[in-house]
């Protein structure tokens, strides 16, 4: 009885260490800029490796930069977690701009592939008005202790982090290891888990020491929700999406009854107006590009000969180039997108909705009012203000003449009374 016992407890510990240290390694993969929808994917993820009991969770991380907020909402659920959270700049090539600088010393293990940077996390006013010098150097303080305290929670480079918002100084791989920026440089996923194998790190919960040479990676795809959010949030898509948005419902006023272009309208407006809300943009710019929708309108109502077209293109330019005023950032809109908004606009203006427009003003060709002004002749004596009959349209209409007319006269219909018309004589 005391062997089988023995032997149950040896089974049971065989067991408990293949399920300890058999645990997966769940993998991410970040690319674009830090914005709400990718914060909201890495914290889901972060709770769900934790859920899930994962041995790490370990980020890709490919990203110019973006949002404080955004980042600041990541870098709070890694500090919280208890399972290690791994943050690889990879692959070659790749980088940890800005925001994404932070995110790489906030995390339990950094690392990065050969031929990779980070750094360049100096911050940048976006919003509705520049924020004014003083104020600004407030912002570049804050974030720099914030960076600092960041490092020397984690035990890297205090020195790094701090120039890396007031100087926005930059460091390769290599360098980073070799000044305890970093922890790794590994040329793949696996050759990263080789290395972290039997590492200790601090997480909430102490100190966990990583088992990761055998584990299995298990990919954690972005859901469509954070997708879809993510790329709407795209500056350049937000852009796009406003414009139509405008247009759709400008071409739904002029042309009522069309609602496809105002329902597409209305829910690119909508989708816009999510985006910029974590982009807060310039109210200048906006009034410039309202501007210059206010010139189209008048383009078609009023004989310019061009001018207010041209002069709308040029408004809607400049305001798009004032909207998000941050060249160079990923958070900025693209000249190339600009551009083709003003091509698009210029085809709109001179093309489908002077079409439109016109389309208003042109006769009726249905209907009782149709008839108003169609030539026809007599299909019988008329005396004046007599009845008789007419030929309009290949038809006999029972007819009131104004003028005397006769057989074979031809007519002009004045007016329709029900099934009456009310014609006079051709050229009378």
């Not at 911050?123 to 003083?134: L, R, S, W, Y």
């Not at 804050?142 to 960041?150: F, G, L, P």
């Not at 040329?187 to 088992?211: C, E, F, M, N, P």
Request: with cysteine.
């Amino acid at each position: 009885m005391k062997k089988l016992c023995i032997a149950f407890l040896c089974i049971a510990f065989i067991l408990s260490a293949f399920t300890l240290y058999a645990r997966d390694v769940y993998t991410v993969s970040v690319n674009g800029a830090i914005n709400p929808p990718i914060a909201g994917f890495l914290e889901s993820s972060i709770k769900k490796a934790n859920k899930d009991g994962a041995e790490a969770l370990v980020i890709l991380l490919d990203t110019p930069g973006g949002l404080d907020t955004s980042m600041r909402e990541i870098i709070k659920e890694m500090m919280d977690s208890p399972v290690p959270v791994v943050v690889y700049v990879a692959p070659s090539g790749a980088r940890a701009a800005s925001a994404g600088a932070i995110i790489l010393l906030a995390s339990h293990v950094a690392a990065m592939a050969p031929g990779t940077n980070a750094g360049a996390a100096h911050p940048v006013n976006i919003g509705k008005e520049k924020t004014d010098e003083v104020m600004m150097k407030k912002v570049v303080k804050d974030a720099e202790a914030y960076a600092k305290s960041i490092a020397a929670q984690r035990g890297r480079s205090v020195d790094f982090a701090g120039k890396a918002v007031t100087e926005s100084i930059s460091i390769p791989a290599r360098d980073a290891l070799a000044k305890k920026v970093i922890d790794v440089v590994a040329d793949s996923v696996d050759d990263l888990l080789a290395q972290l194998d039997g590492r200790s790190v601090t997480t909430k919960k102490g100190i966990v020491v990583l088992h990761t040479k055998d584990a299995k990676k298990v990919a954690l795809p972005m859901p469509f929700k954070f997708r879809f959010l993510a790329y709407v949030s795209d500056p350049n898509v937000a852009y796009i999406l406003m414009m139509l948005g405008i247009y759709g419902i400008i071409f739904e006023f002029y042309s009522p009854g069309a609602i496809f272009p105002g329902v597409i309208g209305g829910i690119c407006l909508i989708l816009a107006l999510y985006a910029f809300q974590a982009i807060p943009i310039s109210f200048a710019g906006l009034a410039l590009i309202l501007l210059g929708i206010v010139f189209f309108i008048l383009e078609v109502k009023i004989v310019s000969h061009g001018a207010l077209g041209i002069a709308g293109i040029i408004s809607v330019v400049i305001g798009s180039l004032m909207l998000v005023d941050l060249p160079g950032s990923a958070l900025s809109i693209s000249v190339s997108t600009i551009v083709l908004v003003a091509v698009i606009s210029a085809v709109f203006v001179f093309g489908i909705l002077s079409f439109a427009v016109r389309a208003q003003f042109l006769k009726v060709k249905t209907g009782r009012e149709g008839l108003i002004g169609e030539a026809g002749f007599a299909r019988s004596r008329f005396t004046a203000g007599g009845k008789g009959k007419v030929n309009v349209h290949g038809e006999i209409w029972d007819a009131v003449s104004e003028d005397e007319l006769n057989e074979g006269d031809e007519i002009v219909v004045a007016g329709v009374d029900r099934l009456i018309v009310k014609v006079r004589k051709k050229g009378g």
